[in-house]
């Protein structure tokens, strides 16, 4: 006889009772501790179920509150007892209720008779401490916890200031390196009793019945005064979420179970009679000896940690609605935006698709209909091209359309008479490449064969629609990555500042832009934005035409 | 908000539940018990609550689904069924069957009966209230009943969890679809829209309001604004100070609207999926056209319902033929909220 279990319960008396039968019959003694709060009905009936088991006895109970010292005392009442009781018990492993064995006890056995002076408890400093959630660490050791922190929250917490504020630190008891851990540890005999024997024990003992959360430091810090050796990991596998509660496992985790090696394993569903019926079948085959290796169970449980804890970026749904002000990324993809382009450059579109890849709509928020790329009415996810639709949350129609696509570059074109709302949301929104030539809009006027006085007005909303724009794009808070020329600097030398474009989407590449699409005829161009002043309508947006040098020689075309 | 205001709103609502309870107390004698079986609700169960109205088409496979998932006991009010679901109802062994010819519209579209039915049974219990044309699934529910998932939520402190209704719709016209009452509506109607849907909150009850899918994109391109609620809190740790507002698209108190996560992080959130397109859905919209007992302002959606009665084709070249829960999430339809 080599192995002792000691067993905190207080609920789920049936499992409790199967696991500990379990344990007993492979001949490991079992000291049970049933916390205080359990009725003395509950108690004796519990306890009347093992009647005639000699292995299995009950320790002095305990009324235990979570994070508090009682924990400690209950674990010390059973492990006293377990030290007195059975003189063979070399090791002693703390479990509690729903705690599940994985592997027979036998291999659990040998496992520690090859490393019989080893003590199995995790035990880091708390410098190295990762895994708090109040972000308490070294305070656990130097203030006072006296109030619970689930009964009476607020006054735990303002007592915690307080102290803060005061600057009160207690004394740290001579010899002791405060170290934290999970609770659940496997520990040798030499160790416990030098721990339980200590002759400063009652000092030790009322030094920490103040510290916060004692389960997770005071063994994990004694230990380091007296062990041999240390394996600072638990042979328990547990698993915490983000508010750190242990995970808990169900029937259909039966497999990563299996494959982990682990051999105990905590929470247990009460109910995952799969579980309970698997892995404490007698006739379950004994595996190979195999280190526990719970590396695909740790990357399952991390992946819902972080689905939980910061969500999938740029998703809104019934369960994620980040409020206003959030600070993450708004959308979940990086998505291209151009203005002005297509009014300068015959067929830009084709010509971008060709050279960035990916879907290259239209106006998406066109005043008819959404312009979808290849003409589709739906796009993914049935995103409709419908402008009422798309206008009655035109911010959302945006992180739509990238969610249904995502894997898949997403670039449209946006000018002054498209759906103002958006403007502000793509500014803030650090995916957004936004590329703007101010004052293009102007060219399909100059072109047009309108009477002057539809292209006045036209141009005067248009400008105002485009001043509005610019000025979002130059708002503070403002996170997208901006290009902005007025149409007189960009026509000087497009070709590079497209190269630049094309470069900071894609990456940089070996290739080199050779062409660029047609642009029109625009000599006449400044005798145009003349002719607007002349009629009292002011184009600021489109730059200096007086010393740029206009591209020429293109046949005129109608707009 | 400020916070004056916010204590202003929190006491005019309360005021709100209050009269919402006394509401549904009057309403009490509009419901006769037909078959009472709630002697057999243990503590711990978890209730179901309905109301029902010809609705023989699609009961069985409701219950089936519902059963499967761990629904102990349904207490069910029938309005006025003349299809024999009633006679079907009162012959399951796990239903509490109470019955009323009066309004639908006028008891807030069921729910004041049911709110009479949740204060005396739901209390302390687990309760998903649902019509009979949604079926609830949730991240693992192939694998985990809603006793694990509630054992869970109460866990996390959680005594809510919110759903995203989503219309399922078959290949082709509605009217041609086939379908028997024990087969599986999913199987008649395997498509939904995946990614259409807007979302706002709404400041006073602090509830998400969700909009769109394919009754917006077919229907409402007109007056999105009009379009049906989405959003539901289907599944409440009842007590009997609470109540629903308006369907379970919110209840009071507030804090159980608060299903979803304002940090970034996901949330659990479940689906209902919504089986109201079966081919019957031609000769319901022509009754429910003339009896008005379906939207607050019934003559804004005489236009919903001749589309309907016009026997449309919902589906699309982007449609989404259903798959499972783990499909719905991937989409990000619903979430395991952390629940691995």
Known sequence: MTLGFVMLVHTAFDRAEQVAQYWSNAGCPVIIHVDGKVTQKVFRAFKARFDGNRLVRFSKRVRVEWGTWSLVEATQLATTRMLDNFPDVRHVYLASGSCLPLRPVGELQEYLFANPETDFIESVTIQEVTWTVDGLEAERFTLRFPFSWRKRRKLFDRYTELQRKLGVRRKLPEGLSPHLGSQWWCLTRDTLEAILKAPDRIAMDRYFQRVWIPDESYFQSLTRRYARRIESRSLTLAKFDTQGKPHIFYDDHVQLLERSDCFVARKIWPQADALYGTFLDPDRPAKRVAEPNPGKIDRVFARANDRRGDGRQGLYNQGRFPAPGFQGPVTCARYNVFSGFADLFETFDLWLARRIGGRVHGRLYHPDRAEFAGEERVLNGCLSDSATLRDYRPQQFLTNLLWSTRGERQTFFYGPGDTPEVAQFMARDPNATICVISGAWAIPLHLSQRPMDEIRSEAARLQRAELAFLKALNDVGVTARVHQWTLADFVVQPMEKLQNIVDEITGPGPRRLTDIPPMPDLSAFPEFLQRLRNEGVKPVVMGDFAATPLPQGRRRHGR | ?340
């Not at chain 2, 006073?204 to 989405?230: D, H, M, S, Y």
């Not at chain 2, 159980?256 to 970034?264: A, F, P, R």
């Not at chain 2, 031609?282 to 056209?289: A, L, M």
């Not at chain 2, 016009?310 to 033929?321: A, H």
């Open chain 2, 1 to 340: 908000m400020g916070t004056g205001d916010d204590l202003w709103t929190a006491y005019k609502l309360r005021w709100r539940r209050r009269r919402l309870l006394a509401r549904s107390l009057r309403k009490r004698r509009q419901i006769t018990c037909r078959v009472d079986r709630t002697d057999l609700i243990a503590p711990g169960a978890i209730l179901a609550f309905a109301t029902v109205r010809n609705e023989g088409l699609r009961l069985p496979h409701f219950f089936d689904h519902h059963r499967t998932l761990g629904v102990d006991h349904f207490l069910v009010v029938d309005n006025a069924s003349d299809d024999g679901s009633a006679d079907w109802l009162a012959a399951q062994p796990d239903v509490s069957l109470w019955s009323t010819p009066d309004s639908y519209k006028r008891s807030r579209f069921g729910i004041d009966w049911l709110t009479v039915l949740m204060r005396r049974y739901g209390h302390g219990h687990w309760c998903l209230t649902l019509d009979a044309d949604e079926l609830f699934v949730y991240a693992h529910h192939t694998t985990r009943t809603l006793k694990a998932l509630t054992d869970w939520l109460s866990w996390q402190g959680r005594d809510s969890m919110g759903a995203l209704m989503l219309d399922l719709y078959p290949r082709g016209a509605l009217g041609e679809a086939k379908h028997h009452p024990h087969q599986d509506p999913v199987d008649t109607l395997p498509y939904f829209d995946a990614g259409n849907y807007v979302i706002t909150r709404q400041a006073k009850l602090q509830n998400l309001w969700i909009q769109g899918g394919v009754r917006a994109r077919c229907f409402f391109a007109p007056e999105p604004r009009r379009a049906p609620t989405l959003s539901k809190v289907p599944l409440i740790r009842w007590h009997r100070s609470y109540a629903y507002v308006t369907s379970t698209h919110s209840a009071l108190p507030r804090r159980l609207n608060h299903v979803y996560d304002t940090n970034g992080g996901e949330a659990p959130s479940g689906v209902l999926l919504h089986t109201k397109f079966l081919p019957n859905i031609i000769s319901k919209s022509s009754e429910e056209k003339t009896r008005r007992q379906h939207f607050e302002n019934s003559d804004l959606y005489q236009g919903y319902y001749d589309a309907l009665i016009g026997d449309p084709v919902l589906w699309c070249e982007q449609s989404t033929r259903y798959q499972g829960w783990q499909q719905l999430e991937g989409l990000g339809l619903m979430s395991r909220g952390g629940w691995a």
